[in-house]
C-alpha cells in the first residue's frame, strides 16, 4: 500500500519550493520523510542520516536556487530526501540495486549532485574548489557544503576550512551536529541569537563598531571582547577563529528558523559562514529513533514494527571470525590491542571491546590517524591490529608506507570488505589493497579463502613482530567450515595444493577458491586434469609452488578479487625473471575489470568481473586454444 503524499506529489524539482509558505512546507517535509521510510522499507540501505535532514533539505531547496546554486552533501548517508525532491522520486525504489539509484551522491545520475560522495570529509574541500572557480570565471552562484559532525572528525574538514577561511571567499558550510553534543541545548534563545547574528542589520552594526574601534584605537580591545562574547553564547569560537563567520546552534527541525537563517546567510557578501545545525537521527519514525545506531544502515524492514529482514542462518560472517578470533588471541597475549576508524561494529571491534574495553581504540572518521596511532602502539611494544575496511585503508596510505612500512612496525592490518560489496558500488569495494600493499617492501600480505584460514590468518599477525602485516578477507559469511579453538599460524610465504591435476594449475587467492573448485570439476568433465592451489599469500609470493606449478602444468591461471596490477601482477614479474615464459608456459590473470563497478548483486557483479567458474573455465580453454569450446561455456552461464 503506498504511502498517501499529497504535496509531495505536486513536487518534480525544487523549483516548486520556491513559492511555497512555510505551512506548506512542513507538510511537505511530512511527505518526504513518509516517502523515504516507505522506499527504504522495500530497497535497504542509509535510513536514520536521511531522517534527520529532511527539514534541512527542504529548507536549503527553498532557500536556494539549485542546480544552480553548488550544493554538496558529505558522505552521502542521507541524501536520499535530496534525491526525492530533484527529479528521482520515479526511481527511489531501485536505490541501490542493479541499473538503480545509488546509494549516495553521484554527478552521473543527476545535475543536482555537482560533486560525487560516499567517504567522510570531503565536502568541505570540494566545495571550496567550486568556489575559487565561481570566482575565477566571474560567476554569482552559491556553494554550500552539508557535512555531518561525524565527518568533523577528520582532519581533511579541518584542513579545507583553514584554507578556506585564509582566502576568506563567500561559501556557507552547514555543520550537521546530530550526534557529537558539541551544542548547548538547543532553544528559544538560541534561535533567537542564530536569527541576529545572521541578520543584515546585526552585520551592519558590527561593521560599524568596528570601524569607530579602529579610529579610536580600541580594535584589537573591542575584537578580543566580541570574539570572548561570541564563543561563551554560542561555542563558535574554533570555526570564529579559522575564519568562518559562526552561525547557529539552531534547531534542524524548525523550518521557520532554518528558512529564515538561510535567508539571512544567503545575503552574505563575503567570507564563509559556518551554520550550525542540531538534528536527531531517524527523525519523525519512532524505531529509528529508538535506536538511530541500528537504523543507520538497515536492510528490508517492516514499517509498521520497524523490525528488519533478518538473514537466512548459516555459517557467520568474516567480520564475526575475525572478532572472534582476535578475542581468542588476546586472552593469550595482553599486549593484543586494536584500532578502528569509527567503524567498531563494521568490523567487528564492538565485540572485542566488550571483551577488551581498555584495549580498544576508536579514533573516529580518521584513517590517516588510526595508521600512525597503530604504528606508535608498535613501536612501543604493543600489538595493535588496525581492522579497516579495504576501501577506506586508501586514505591512511601515505601513513602506512612513511610511518608504518619504512619503519618496519609490527602493526597488523584487518583489511575487511575485500573486494565487491554489492549494493555499496565502486566507492566501497575493496579493489586496490592487493597492488598497493604489496608494492611495499617487506609486507607481508595474505588473503583469506574461508573462515577457518582466517582464523589463522589473525594467529600468524600475532607472530610477526618484525614488520607490517596485513589480512583481507570478504564481505558475507563463510562457507560453513569448523574454526579450531586454537589456530595454527601458518608458514610465511607458503600456500597450499588443495586439489591434484597435471594439466591445468589454477592459483587462487583469497575468496574464489571455491569457484575455482567449481571449475576443476568441470574441467574434469572435459578430460582436463587440474590443480587447484590456494596461494594463501600475495607477499611473499610461495616461489617452490610456483616453480613447482609451471614445471609440471602447461597452463597455469591466477585468480584474484583485486584490481589489475596485484597478485597475477607479481606472478608474472616472478616468471619473467626465471624466465619461465620462455619455456612455453601459457599463463593468463584474472582479475577485477579496469572499470568502477555500479552497485549489484554481488552474484551479478562477479558475474560482470568474469570471475565465476565459467569464466575460468572458459579461460583455461581459451588458453589451450580451444576457443570455440570456451565462447560456448560463457554463452551458456548468460
Known sequence: MAVETPILDGVN????????????????????????????????????????????????????????????????????????????????????????????????????????????????????????????????????????????????????????????????????????????????????????????????????????????????????AEEYAHGMAVGGTLFEEMGFYYVGPIDGHDLEALTQVLKNVKEFDRGPVLVHVVTQKGKGYAPAEASDDKYHGVSKFNVITGEQKKSAGGPPSYTKVFAQSLIKEARRDERICAVTAAMPGGTGLDLFGEAFPERTFDVGIAEQHAVTFAGGLAAAGMKPFAAIYSTFLQRGYDQVVHDVAIQKLPVRFAIDRAGLVGADGATHAGSFDIGYLGALPGFVLMAAADEAELARMVATSVEIDDRPSGFRYPRGSGIGLDIPEIAAPLEIGKGRIVREGTQIALVSLGGRLQEALKAADELAARGLSTTVADARFAKPLDEDLLTRLAREHEVVITIEEGARGGFGAFVLHFYAERGALDQGLKIRTMTLPDVFQDQDTPERMYDEAGLNAPHIVACALDALGRNEEAAAVIGAAQ
Request: aromatic content about 6%; some cysteine; proline content about 3%.
Open 13 to 224: 524539482t525544487p523549483d516548486d519550493l520556491k513559492g511555497m509558505p512555510l505551512e506548506r512546507l512542513r507538510l511537505l517535509a511530512d511527505d518526504v520523510r513518509a516517502e523515504t521510510i516507505d522506499a527504504v522499507s522495500t530497497t535497504g540501505g542509509h535510513l536514520g542520516a536521511g531522517l534527520g535532514v529532511v527539514e534541512l533539505t527542504v529548507a536549503l531547496h527553498h532557500v536556494f536556487d539549485t542546480p544552480k546554486d553548488v550544493l554538496i552533501w558529505d558522505v552521502g548517508h542521507q541524501c536520499y530526501p535530496h534525491k526525492i525532491l530533484t527529479g528521482r522520486r520515479d526511481r527511489i525504489r531501485t536505490l541501490r540495486q542493479g541499473g538503480g539509484l545509488s546509494g549516495f551522491t553521484k554527478r552521473s545520475e543527476s545535475e543536482y549532485d555537482p560533486f560525487g560522495a560516499a567517504h567522510a570529509s570531503t565536502s568541505i574541500s570540494a566545495a571550496l574548489g567550486f568556489t575559487v572557480a565561481r570566482d575565477l570565471k566571474s560567476e554569482d552562484q552559491n556553494v554550500i557544503a552539508v557535512i555531518g559532525d561525524g565527518s568533523m572528525s577528520a582532519g581533511m574538514a579541518y584542513e579545507a576550512m583553514n584554507n578556506a577561511g585564509a582566502m576568506a571567499k563567500k561559501m556557507v558550510v552547514i555543520l550537521n551536529d546530530n550526534d557529537m553534543s558539541i551544542a548547548p541545548p538547543v532553544g528559544a534563545m538560541s534561535h533567537y541569537f542564530a536569527k541576529l547574528v545572521s541578520s543584515r542589520g546585526y552585520r551592519s552594526f558590527r561593521k560599524m563598531g568596528k570601524a569607530v574601534a579602529k579610529a579610536v584605537g580600541l580594535e584589537k580591545t573591542i575584537r578580543k
